[in-house]
């Protein structure tokens, strides 16, 4: 086994990349190999009065004293305007092991007007099975920051109330991977796709042997992997620098009707079609006119009336008619011949794709 994966590595310097490829570790994810999320609940003192007074942070208050033997007197209410209940998170990247850092982020839960200057106490940080994976405390880096004046104007730059602790965790509990577990490894594709899933499992074989690596659907891709974890982390590393040339997308197009982004993919084509466009220009312009009333009627009063001036300006239109397998560049250059704004050009493509005259999805995001 070692001889022949000695092997397949001499022939993976043989492999000369595609034109247009990409290593299958940059289109694809080791299943079970991921990040996890955990999250925690605490307390940052040290506040120069930017903290707040609220129920839950003067309970967790009175909870962190007892702790340490301190019982406050029933009925006191302690000011604690330096103190600020928070929420604490932080991402454990695969593999991990117990006395690594991570980096943490704090954010205030309650009405704090700032964390600037405070220090998180040690807080716990849990899974969603409810267990603890690290510890963080430390003192917290806050780019914003927030000034109030005596007549209670407010000055507020960036976001006072959220900061980072670099390194602030400490992992106590790694998280199990099934990386080392079975005989496959499965590549998970990031955008699924038949074609692509079908040229990953073909590059393996190619390189690996026949019948190494077998497409299960259009996102995943199951190779037979050695059982040892060395030998298995240097296969990996092996078919992680594999060159495939990804299968082209759908053709789409995709329109940001909130700031007028559209993107036209280059597999988009027109069926015989015919585009007019007419500017219309409406200007309404509101005017008030008084009306006084003669100095000698009885009862006479004087009335504002409201006169509106609507002018209607139609622009030129234009025809442009697009001949059987019409591709990107003939549509755009055409659109840009128009002249059109933004707004328009999703008009245009609407009425392209209900009129079955566009090739392609059309998204509107």
Known sequence: ????????LSLALLVAP???????KDITKVQGVRDNQIVGYGLVVGLPGT??????TEQSFRTMLS?????LPSGSRPKI????????????????KPGQTLDVTVS????????RGGTLLQTFLKGVDGKVYAIAQGNLSVSGFSATGLDGSNVVQDTPTAGRIPSGAIVERAIESPFSQGDHLTFNLDQPDFSTAMRVSEAINELVGPRTAMPLDGASIKVLAPRDVSQRVAFLALLEDIQVEPADTSARVVVNARTGTIVIGKNVTLLPAAITHGGLTVTIAETQQVSQANPFAPGGETVVTNQSVIDVNQEDSRMFKFDPGTTLDDLVRAINAIG????????ILEALKEAGALRGDLIII
């Open 1 to 8: 086994m070692i001889r022949s994966f000695t092997l397949l």
């Open 18 to 24: 595609a034109a247009n490829a990409e290593r299958i």
């Open 51 to 56: 903290g707040e007074q609220s129920n839950f």
């Open 67 to 71: 702790n340490f033997g301190i019982t």
């Open 81 to 96: 305007k330096n103190v600020a209940a928070v929420a604490v998170h932080a991402t454990m990247p695969a593999f991990v």
């Open 108 to 115: 205030s839960v309650g009405s704090a007007e700032s964390l």
């Open 340 to 347: 059109v704004g933004p707004s328009d050009v999703m008009a």
